[in-house]
């Protein structure tokens, strides 16, 4: 783990940079992709075990010790404790868990349960917690500032230049340069909605993921370039050429990374215009055991709903990974009565996708549950020193161990399978939230992530290893 601090932080807006480039000859205004430039070969180190992953950021700071570590003194999770939970559940539920209107009968809960769905207190035992991730372990103080603290989630360091995707999609350059070589195109890890998981700066700004901002490719239409006539793509290649010549030599592998995302268009065409993306077509045709209407009941009509529902069809064609932001948990009022709500959506998300993967036959074998992992974080937890609630009835973000600790769950196959699950690893004493030694950076959570998915990390946090301790 990192033990080295950063320099002073600039503006999240200038952090965040906006690389996104329209896909397609004829595509609409939105949603827009960036397609990365094909990659280097190189041999697979990692641990391997997980074919796909979906990362889930909670957004705007979440209330982990409430929901994910909930065994703790009130001021901390002033809800209290889920129980008849699954057998062998060992980390704190929070009782907001409990609830599951998503279920009853007026709201559709008869065809989510015959398509699997259960309670979140059901499947607690097919779920483990890291209870103490911190982002610099070593700090006097935790970091509750939206703009670093976002910038460490998305890049592992304050003023990162590249995100976690972007290393991830490096790292998989091996896999996807193997695939092309047999003639077969591999897809990259995809980002949704958020610019800040798709940086990439260097060497590695061709390898920036592909960032969709929308939730389906209902919009895009591609031309089949191989039919432009002969000048029009002469002089296509003309300009690029001007334009590579003319720009310095650090803006160059930018422009490469654009002239390489129009080559890749063609490529990814006929995935991006496949039936199968377009789930909001509602569907009844089943495809990997599933079909888009039944992922529609699944999740819901939230943005993070169909997000997941897009996450899953990708990994239909092969996609490693898939990032996504899911609600809006930055209540500095008001969260005593909106946060019941906002975790029962959580709630049902964590259902609909237990019960989806569980349900989907991967072309490996077995079913996609037994191949994919689902993490989920923020870019801090959040406090109310000392009390219930603050003044509004809401929680803040400061430096103390409620804003340091981000309790952050594992879901999966794998999780299940090397008996993590029910598990919980770190533990905070309940009255002042102190830890027992065990507490994990965010880079090394990062690490983990691309070891369990055998990319190549090597290059990445040197002093943050992949956490030996768990899977």
Known sequence: MSRKLNPPMR?????????????????????????????????????GGVKHLIYVRLNGGFRFTTAFNADVGAVYN???????????????????????PWLDDAMGGAERRELGMKPVTSITNEMAVLATVDHEPTSGNADGNHGTGLERFLTGNVNGDNSISTMLNYGLRARIEAAAAEGRVEPPPFVLGSSGMALGAGKYAAYRPPLIQGDSFENFVFSDVSKLPMWATDMASEVDARMHARVAPRGKPAVEAYIASRESTAKFAE?????????????????????????????????????LALALRLFHFGCPAVYLDQGGYDMHSGEEENLPGAMSE??????????ALKRMTHPDGGTYWDHTLV????????????????????SDHGGDRATRWMSMPFMGGMVTASGMGGKQYGVTEKAELKDDGRVFSYRAVAKTLMDLL?????????DDPPIADIF
Do not use: Y
Request: charge should be neutral.
């Open 375 to 394: 993490v989920m974080g923020s870019e801090f937890g959040r406090t109310t020193r000392g009390t219930p609630f603050n003044s509004a009835g809401g």
């Open 346 to 355: 959580l709630g049902m998300l964590l259902s609909g996708l237990n019960a």
């Open 11 to 47: 503006s999240p807006m200038t952090t965040i940079r906006r690389r996104a480039f329209l896909a397609g000859a004829a595509a609409a205004s939105f949603p827009h992709i960036w397609i990365p430039k094909p990659a280097f070969a190189q041999q697979c180190t990692g641990r």
């Open 271 to 307: 995935i991006f215009g496949s039936d199968i993306l377009r789930i909001g077509n509602r569907s009844n045709e089943a495809v990997d055991g599933i079909s888009n209407q039944e992922l529609a009941t699944m999740f819901g009509d939230s943005g993070s709903g169909r997000q």
């Open 78 to 100: 002033p809800f209290g404790v889920a129980t008849g939970l699954a057998s062998g559940t060992e980390w704190g539920v929070s009782k907001l868990f409990e609830p599951s």
């Open 454 to 462: 055998c990319a190549d990390h090597s290059e990445f946090f040197p």
